[in-house]
């Protein structure tokens, strides 16, 4: 078969491979195209460059070698080590490689950036499928895999992720920028945070406005729902399907409650979990620990059964002392404020930054799972119905939900907790449909075998802390 690409000069195959962008788009040009496939290889590091480029400015490239070059806590003198490094890049003393000539020989480097942008838009593109999906509360439980396009819970398939080629070239910096910004954070134990703290809420030497803030805060938010859906994975939690309120023909009791906000407290304490807020413990350690447990997390029961081990014994840590507690206090400060730069920042922010109010923290982490200080327009988000729950709820909305449930269920007002664990439950559902238990151990079979001889090692808790140190998310 022809190869139509054969044609083309090879300046203009270079220019497709960047105007693309997509890197999903690009791997199928590589695979269908031989001359394609040759052109990359030949011009590969030009049109890795352009891409960094147009994703990273000078201040993430800044955040980027920080967390590539950030010194190993095996390290000797690590905090004197960690302490000089972070003075190097509160400075913006890092050299960018993507402004030095191709022969300048920082072609390690420029790699190691390149993977950790392919790893970080990964996440990125995971959260997105969350937050625009029609009924949030069912991705929200899914986990992604770097294998497959697809989100799955217990080996069900249930989504495609976002292309995230489908962002503007605006977009996915805010996104990519909040993401570095909030690993690096992770990287740092509160002692060599307080040196830093004005770095810290700065972009190039610039003040943050209020959405920066809040974009740093949306991807906590995510990171700990990641954990949420392994809990979920671990328990007996039933995936949620969407279902118009006044429509349905199936009772209300069916329904998910956790239509809003999806918590993944409430999946801890359903895991039989001690400690409600682990996750928040869990999500110090940024994306390296993250990208470690979501391998056994989808290997099937084996896995899950060991992962859920992990978690049980996982020790709780001072509510004051996670690390992005200065970010989620300032941020909170914030909510509702007005102030001059609030009306500056994405469209999504412009219009919904009024609703949030001061100490409603359901509200505000409904806005931020799903995604709202980042788009320029609301193009990517489920169109309003009136049969549908409203994607952004006022905060009238929000309450009336909550009492209807009160309402409506006796045991949810008397025993809230326990009422929320039943209609979470796998075989309560089961038990209220008359449906067989089968297709759950169907599910799981598939999903132990899509993982099929997957080897996995989980990290050692030793005196209450990781005993060994974490590979970087990225390599």
């Not at 169907?442 to 060994?468: R, T």
Request: aromatic content about 12%; glycine content about 6%.
């Amino acid at each position: 078969m022809m190869d139509p690409f054969n044609k083309l000069p090879a300046e203009l195959r270079t220019k497709i491979f960047i105007s693309t962008w997509c890197p999903r788009t690009n791997l199928q040009l590589i695979q269908a195209s031989p001359a394609m496939l040759q052109q990359f290889a030949v011009s590969k590091e030009y049109i890795v460059r352009k891409l960094l480029a147009s994703d990273f400015d000078n201040g993430m490239i800044q955040d980027a070698i920080a967390i590539i070059l950030f010194p190993s806590k095996s390290t000797a003198d690590f905090k004197i080590l960690a302490r000089h490094h972070c003075r190097s890049w509160a400075t913006q003393q890092f050299t960018n490689p993507l402004y030095q000539p191709l022969e300048s020989g920082n072609h390690d480097l420029i790699n190691k950036i390149s993977k950790l942008h392919t790893v970080l838009m990964f996440y990125v593109e995971d959260y997105l499928t969350k937050a625009t999906a029609v009924f949030p509360s069912r991705e929200y439980e899914s986990l992604p895999s770097q294998t497959e396009p697809q989100l799955r819970f217990k080996g069900q398939a249930v989504g495609s992720r976002f292309n995230a080629a489908n962002l503007t070239g605006l977009e996915r910096k805010r996104l990519l920028r909040a993401f570095l910004r909030y690993q690096l954070n992770s990287l740092m134990d509160e002692d060599i945070q307080e040196p830093f703290q004005e770095a810290l809420y700065q972009h190039s030497g610039r003040e943050f406005q209020l959405w920066d803030l809040q974009a740093i805060l949306c991807v906590g938010i995510y990171l700990k729902s990641l954990y949420g859906a392994m809990f979920a994975h671990c328990s007996d939690s039933w995936l949620p399907g969407p279902m118009s309120g006044s429509t349905s023909s199936q009772p209300r009791g069916l329904l998910n409650q956790d239509i809003l906000y999806v918590k993944p407290e409430a999946y801890a304490s359903n895991m039989g979990c001690k400690d409600p807020f682990v996750a928040q413990s869990l999500s110090d350690y940024g994306f390296d620990l993250v990208t470690v447990l979501l391998r056994p997390a989808r290997a099937g029961p084996p896995g899950r059964d060991r992962l859920k081990k992990w978690f049980m014994d996982f020790p709780p840590r001072n509510v004051f002392r996670w690390r992005d507690s200065h970010y989620f206090q300032r941020g909170y400060d914030s909510l509702g404020a007005v102030k001059e730069d609030s009306q500056k920042g994405p469209g999504m922010y412009q219009m919904l930054h009024s609703r949030i109010i001061p100490n409603h923290y359901t509200l505000a982490a409904t806005y931020q799972q799903r995604a709202w200080v980042f788009f320029d327009d609301a193009r990517f988000y489920p169109s309003p119905s009136p049969d549908a729950h409203p994607h952004f709820p006022t905060e009238n909305q929000t309450l009336n939900e909550h009492f209807q449930n009160t309402k409506e269920y006796e045991d949810w007002r008397d025993y809230p907790w326990q009422a929320r664990a039943r209609h979470r439950s796998q075989k309560w559902h089961n038990e209220q449909r008359g449906t067989s238990p089968e297709k759950t151990k169907i599910e799981d079979y598939q999903d132990s075998g899509m993982e099929k001889g997957c080897q996995f090692s989980l990290p050692n808790i030793v005196d209450g802390k990781l005993g060994s140190t974490l590979r970087p998310f990225w390599q």
